[in-house]
């Protein structure tokens, strides 16, 4: 079946800068990716929609400036937590839907600012 | 808008126990239904999907039915095992729009 992957799946950072998680649709073409986060026990919340070649469209209350999205290709999605702060840790999930319009999700990204 | 309203959990089963987690969803035109399911630790697995009315979708044991009349997708299985363990999504897609997830329902299975 279709494999989507994220990487990395832990990651621990200093507070105040910058890291990368990557979202990859490994046997299909994505034109469209979401990034979730879900807190402890919670369910997933949908901070942005990413289409290929455009601009990604953020949820309210998601600031763009702070969670940089770019899909550069129809396999790949990156979100950049830029100046992350321990608030930030949580665990990030990406999602790629296929031609058939069935998503598939990348294992998530265990995110610590410490 | 769009919605799915899911049982709340948690809902805890003795191994070989039958088990019905509920799901109800409100959307306009014709969603495609889906499960997901979250081991602990771990992202997000589809478990199975059904695309139109009366579509079952089946995987691992576990079944579910479109049911358009009273817009649920309940998911079933008949004999749990503690490998079952997890957090289950119902989830909806339409008229590509984004999907929508219900708040998961946890389930434990018990030796």
């Known amino acids: 079946g279709a494999v989507v992957s994220q990487h990395p799946s832990w990651v621990i950072c200093k507070s105040g800068t910058s890291v990368k998680i990557e979202c990859r649709s490994l046997?299909?073409?994505?034109?469209?990716m979401f990034w979730y986060r879900q807190f402890p026990k919670q369910s997933l919340m949908l901070m942005a929609t990413?289409?290929?070649?455009?601009?990604?469209?953020?949820e309210q209350g998601v600031e763009k400036d702070k969670f940089l999205i770019n899909h550069a290709s129809l396999t790949l999605s990156t979100l950049t937590v830029t100046s992350a702060h321990p608030e930030d840790s949580s665990f990030y999930i990406c999602?790629?839907?296929?031609?058939?319009?069935?998503?598939?999700f990348g294992e998530g990204s265990w995110l610590t600012v410490v | 808008g769009n919605s799915v309203t899911q049982m709340e959990g948690p809902v805890t089963l003795s191994e070989e126990a039958f088990l019905t987690i509920n799901c109800t969803y409100t959307?306009?035109?014709?969603?495609?239904l889906f499960w997901y399911v979250q081991y602990p630790g771990e992202g997000l697995q589809l478990l199975l999907k059904?695309?139109?009315?009366?579509d079952k979708g089946s995987n691992k044991g576990f079944e579910a039915t479109y049911r358009k009349e009273t817009t649920s997708f309940h998911l079933e299985k008949g004999s749990v095992q503690v490998s079952d363990s997890a957090v289950y999504f119902c989830?909806?897609?339409?008229?590509?729009?984004?999907?929508?997830f219900g708040p998961g329902t946890r389930l434990s299975v018990l030796p």
């Open positions: 999602s790629a839907r296929d031609h058939q319009d069935t998503i598939y």
């Open positions: 990413s289409n290929e070649g455009s601009k990604a469209t953020y």
């Open positions: 989830a909806l897609s339409s008229g590509g729009q984004n999907f929508v």
């Open positions: 959307a306009t035109g014709y969603p495609s």
């Open positions: 059904a695309t139109k009315a009366d």
């Open positions: 046997d299909f073409q994505a034109t469209t």
